[in-house]
């Protein structure tokens, strides 16, 4: 290989030397070198300024960055103006007079270069940054949320947030008709692809709330809202709507409505064409024949339909479940092919379903989801309740192919959302599980529903401090809601914050007796050793649910340990087989079921049957924290103290509280000094 290096130095060349010379003088005389030094002392400033200011205005910290970036690029740029100037001046004239017109002009020049370029520079940040940082969405309570809410940059495209509409009629009972008169603008805005549209439920926050329309804006995370107002007399509507623009108030479009109560569909039709018309939005041949989609033929049914959304909407209680369901029913009786109506069946009855357990509910949703389905493949809300009734049998492939329909159709479908995030939590998928939901969360921010339902994920995984926080924010902004008092205080419970857990519960009875509320008081006083009271307590729980087979099941631990009805605890138990047999029925991948059956077998004598059950729910969900309680409560009936051991140890792995170890009478014949110590490291 051959080395081409030399030992002797290179020489140095001198060779153009006086031309260098000259080129600098001339800079010097077109005061060029003035301009660069004036122009290095101003960016300084500038860059000094924005280092200061930007954080102050919750800038981004990279926007400082883009200002040093510009400032490099305007240098060269205030160098060849400088010398560009110059040229101009001199071949004017080369007289005295002239002479000093030119030092001058050029003295001008220097300030009129760097204010020029600095103007530009506040310009261009103040474009690209001050105006998209205004636009990301804020939570609209004093209490700030407990997960962060992700903020969304400018879209391109088109974005607008449809107010729930005023119910100007004399009688407030048409309050849902004005709420559903905005539901369905917006769902219709949703299924065009060319719009960017907020979810319902961000939307209908301000539901009776008097805010400035910008701060709408800025919540929602869009540029334009849509307002109206609804007074209906007898047959007779009057309807008025306003395209607004956030940022400058200006009315883009707005226009009254006098019609028949037949022409609704019309009305919804003209109002969501004029928007894209008013957003100079070229709409597709897909979407323009979504706007002719009539759902149906009769105003009645529609009505009755609105109804029972409107009672979906709020929380889930057993009577405005109920109501709903007679309402879509209702509905159905008048139209038997109204596909939206079924959905709203559907979903009716799979909620009341979760609520009792009634496996008769159960196949209702089933029959109603299906005609829907059978009506409007392409419907969304058809294959968001599909996807849940699949969920809730088990049939995760099938759930997860319906809510991702869901979504195609509607890329905001916050129920689609979280059923995925239902999905992937029993998968044991936790990063995609919290992703689902903070998804919901970030299409609805400062909704109640999305932090009850991540609160429910962080329990579920034993992040309970976490819990509590999210369901603290749940009960700040909706005082009245009897589902968020009842979780809070089962995070209480599970933290051994006992006295703070009764008084959620306490308000939570005051606000609605249900079913959970008094099982979980049952469990307080069954944890106290109190299991006379848990006894009269999940009593009161099986009136209200008789078809709940873990209210029989606590009902049979609760006379296992009492002194006079300890002969009563075997038929509970038995009940509370049979019916968590049928559960297991319409779904056979129900880890959680599987391993609380197998403590009611074990109870009752089948230790074989027991643990098999054990064996399916752990090799379904290994890492659910449920099941590993079960199963220690149950290998402790069982005999099987070491097994017994290794389920309680991997439950606290996984979050279980530590603090309720030795109040647990069902585990007490293992829970010694030396695993009770152990099991607070790993509680640690």
């Known amino acids: 290989m051959t080395d081409h290096r030399t030992n002797n130095p290179p020489k140095a060349s001198h060779e153009g030397t006086g031309h260098f010379a000259e080129f600098i003088a001339e800079l010097r005389r077109r005061r060029v070198i003035r301009v660069a030094l004036v122009y290095m002392v101003a960016a300084w400033v500038i860059m000094q300024v924005a280092q200061t200011t930007f954080p102050a205005l919750l800038l981004p910290d990279w926007s400082v960055t883009l200002v040093v970036i510009l400032l490099v690029l305007g240098f060269p740029l205030a160098l060849i103006l400088a010398w560009a100037y110059q040229v101009e001046a001199d071949s004017a004239s080369h007289s005295e007079t002239s002479v000093q017109i030119v030092l001058d002009k050029n003295r001008k020049v220097d300030f009129i270069i760097i204010a020029g370029l600095a103007a530009v520079v506040v310009v261009l940040a103040f474009e690209l940054y001050v105006k998209d940082t205004t636009s990301a969405p804020a939570v609209a309570t004093d209490r700030p949320p407990p997960v962060s809410v992700a903020t969304s940059a400018r879209a391109t495209r088109p974005s607008i947030g449809v107010l729930p509409f005023v119910n100007l009629s004399d009688d407030p009972q048409n309050g849902y008709f004005a709420d559903g008169l905005a539901e369905e603008i917006l769902n219709l805005l949703v299924r065009m692809q060319e719009i960017d549209v907020a979810s319902r439920t961000s939307s209908f926050y301000f539901k009776g709330k008097d805010v400035d329309i910008s701060m709408v804006a800025n919540h929602l995370g869009v540029t334009n809202v849509l307002e109206g107002s609804v007074r209906r007399?007898?047959?007779?509507?009057?309807?008025?709507?306003?395209?607004?623009?956030?940022?400058?108030?200006?009315?883009?479009?707005?226009?009254?409505?006098?019609?028949?109560?037949e022409d609704i569909f019309k009305i919804q039709d003209d109002i969501a064409r004029q928007i894209a018309n008013g957003l100079d939005v070229v709409l597709s041949n897909d979407s323009d024949a979504l706007l002719d989609r009539v759902p149906t033929d009769s105003v009645e049914a529609y009505q009755f339909y609105l109804q029972g959304r409107d009672y979906l909407r709020g929380e889930h209680t057993e009577t405005r479940l109920q109501s709903a369901m007679t309402l879509f029913d209702h509905a159905i009786d008048i139209d038997s092919n109204f596909a939206e109506a079924y959905a709203g069946l559907c979903d009716s009855l799979l909620a009341l379903y979760e609520h009792s357990r009634s496996t008769d509910f159960f196949e209702q949703a089933?029959?109603?989801?299906?005609?829907?389905?059978?009506?409007?493949?392409?419907?969304?809300?058809?294959?968001?309740?599909?996807?849940?009734?699949?969920?809730?049998?088990?049939?995760?492939?099938?759930?997860?192919?319906?809510?991702?329909?869901?979504?195609?159709?509607?890329?905001?479908?916050?129920?689609?959302?979280?059923g995925l995030g239902d999905i992937y939590l029993r998968?044991?998928?936790?990063?995609?599980?919290?992703?689902?939901?903070?998804?919901?969360?970030?299409?609805?921010p400062g909704y109640w529903r999305g932090y009850l339902e991540i609160g429910n994920f962080l329990f579920a995984t034993g992040r309970i401090q976490e819990a509590v926080e999210s369901f603290t924010y749940v009960v700040d902004v909706t005082p009245d809601n009897a589902t968020g008092h009842l979780n809070l205080g089962s995070a209480y419970f599970m933290l051994g914050d006992f006295e703070n857990a009764a008084a959620m519960w306490r308000k939570s009875i005051e606000l609605e007796p249900r079913t959970s509320t008094y099982f979980n008081v049952g469990n307080s006083y069954f944890f106290l050793g109190r299991f006379d009271d848990a006894a009269e307590m999940y009593r009161q729980a099986s009136e209200l649910a008789p078809e709940d087979f873990e209210v029989w099941g606590a009902l049979g631990d609760a006379y296992h340990y009492t002194d006079d009805d300890k002969e009563l605890a075997e038929p509970a138990y038995l009940k509370a087989i049979e019916l968590g047999?049928?559960?297991?029925?319409?779904?056979?991948?129900?880890?959680?079921?599987?391993?609380?059956?197998?403590?009611?077998?074990?109870?009752?004598?089948?230790a074989q049957h027991a643990s098999a059950l054990l064996i399916q729910a752990d090799d379904l969900e290994p890492h659910n924290m449920d099941v590993q309680y079960f199963s220690a409560v149950t290998n402790v009936s069982l005999g099987k103290e070491d097994a017994a051991v290794t389920a309680i140890t991997k439950a606290v792995e996984l979050?279980?509280?530590?603090?309720?170890?030795?109040?647990?009478?069902?585990?007490?014949?293992?829970?010694?000094d030396n695993l009770l110590e152990e099991l607070l490291a790993y509680g640690k």
């Open 366 to 418: 089933e029959r109603a989801c299906h005609r829907g389905l059978t009506l409007d493949a392409g419907a969304g809300d058809v294959n968001a309740s599909l996807g849940n009734l699949y969920r809730l049998s088990g049939q995760y492939d099938k759930a997860v192919i319906e809510f991702e329909r869901a979504i195609a159709l509607n890329n905001r479908n916050v129920d689609a959302y979280s």
């Open 233 to 261: 007399q007898g047959d007779t509507i009057r309807v008025t709507a306003q395209l607004i623009e956030a940022e400058t108030g200006f009315h883009l479009w707005s226009n009254t409505y006098e019609r028949k109560l």
């Open 655 to 672: 979050g279980y509280p530590t603090e309720m170890l030795q109040l647990d009478v069902g585990l007490s014949p293992i829970i010694d």
């Open 581 to 606: 047999e049928k559960l297991l029925d319409i779904n056979q991948s129900d880890a959680r079921t599987l391993a609380a059956v197998a403590q009611y077998y074990a109870k009752t004598g089948n």
């Open 427 to 444: 998968q044991n998928r936790l990063d995609e599980a919290e992703s689902a939901y903070q998804q919901v969360i970030d299409l609805q």
